[in-house]
C-alpha cells in the first residue's frame, strides 16, 4: 500500500522547534515534549491540536512503512540558475537554532547621556551583524537572525530588552560546532562591552543527515526514465525527511521555484515542474517497489 502523510509543524515558525511531529514519530521528541511547546504568547501546541480537533488518539510511530520519499520545491535558486528539472537530493545539512534576550536599562532617549546608556537594541544589532559575519566565515554555512522583538518599543525610549532567535546550519556536524562557538563568543563580548546582561539558549539541533543510497539511486533511474534533467544536492533546509531518515530508509525530490524565493508570498513553481516532480516521484516508488520484490 501506498500512503500520504501530512507531518503537521514541519515549519516550527509557531511553535519551535522545526519538524516536531516527524520528530515524535522517529522518537527524537516524546509526544508530551510536542504538546508542551508554546508559541510566544504562551499558547500550547497540545491545547491547540484539541481546539481544533487534530489531536489524534493513535500512538505515535505506530504505523510502519518501508520507506520514504519526500518531493518538495528546492526552496533555494540552484535548479532554476542551472537549468536542471528535478534536484536528487543526498541529504539535509545540520541545522541549530537557539534563542538569545539581551537585558539593558529603559531610560529616555532625551534625558539619558549617550556614555550611560545601557542600550539592549544596540547590543542586539551589533550581535546580528556579528552572527551574519559567522556565517560569511563559514561558507558555504549560513547563520541567520529571523525573529526579533524589542521592548518597550517605544520611539523616545532607550529599549530595555530584546529577543531574537538564531539558526546555523552547515553541511559539517564539526564545523556546526565551531560556528556555535564563534557566535556565542561574539556576543559575548558585545554584551560585555556595553554592559548588558545576556540570556542565550540553544532550543533545536538537528544533526546533518545522508539519506539511503539505495533510495537516491531510484530519483536518478526515475529521473532517467522519465528524460528530466537532474543534479544532485544536499537541502538547505529543513525537512521532516531529516528525521525519517533515522527510523526508515528515505530520500528527496526536489523541483525548481522561480527566483529561488521561498516563504515568500511570490513563492511560485510551475505545473510543468510540479507535474515532472510527481512523474520522477512515482518513478522512483515503482522502481523501489520492483527492487523489493
Known amino acids: 500500500p501506498v500512503m500520504i502523510v501530512n507531518w503537521t509543524n514541519e515549519e516550527g515558525s509557531r511553535f519551535a522547534p522545526a519538524m516536531l511531529c516527524s520528530g515524535v514519530y522517529a522518537g527524537v521528541f516524546t509526544p508530551e515534549f510536542a504538546y508542551s511547546r508554546e508559541d510566544r504568547n504562551g499558547v500550547n501546541l497540545g491545547d491547540e491540536l484539541e481546539r481544533i480537533g487534530y489531536k489524534g488518539q493513535a500512538k505515535a510511530g505506530a504505523i510502519k512503512f518501508q520507506a520514504m520519499f ?71 554555512g549560513v547563520a541567520s537572525v529571523g525573529l526579533i522583538e524589542n521592548k518597550p518599543n517605544s520611539r523616545n525610549v532607550v529599549p530595555g530588552e530584546v529577543f531574537f532567535s538564531v539558526d546555523i546550519r552547515h553541511p559539517d556536524d564539526k564545523v556546526l560546532d ?64 531529516a528525521y525519517i531518515a533515522r527510523v526508515a530508509p528515505t530520500t528527496m525530490i526536489f523541483v525548481p521555484c522561480l527566483g529561488g524565493i521561498s516563504h515568500n508570498e511570490s513563492e511560485s513553481t510551475t505545473l510543468e515542474e510540479c507535474g515532472a516532480g510527481s512523474q520522477v516521484l512515482l518513478n522512483a516508488v515503482l522502481e523501489y517497489d520492483r527492487a523489493l520484490a
Open 178 to 241: 565551531t560556528m556555535e562557538s564563534d557566535y556565542r563568543s561574539a556576543i559575548e563580548k558585545i554584551a560585555a562591552s556595553l554592559n548588558l546582561q545576556l540570556e542565550e539558549k540553544r532550543i533545536w539541533n538537528s544533526p546533518a543527515v545522508k539519506f539511503d543510497p539505495r533510495l537516491i539511486d531510484c530519483v536518478r533511474q526515475g529521473a532517467a526514465q522519465a528524460g528530466y534533467t537532474m543534479r544532485e544536492m544536499a537541502s538547505g533546509a529543513g525537512h521532516d525527511a
Open 70 to 140: 519526500e518531493l518538495h520545491i528546492e526552496q533555494g535558486p540552484i535548479l532554476e540558475a542551472e537549468s536542471k528539472m528535478i534536484g536528487v537530493v543526498t541529504g539535509v545539512q545540520g541545522m541549530r537554532w537557539y534563542e538569545v534576550t539581551v537585558k539593558g536599562q529603559e531610560s529616555h532617549t532625551g534625558a539619558t547621556p549617550m556614555g550611560l546608556r545601557k542600550n539592549a537594541l544596540l547590543g542586539a544589532a551589533g550581535m546580528i551583524g556579528a552572527i551574519n559575519d559567522v556565517g560569511m566565515k563559514h561558507l558555504p
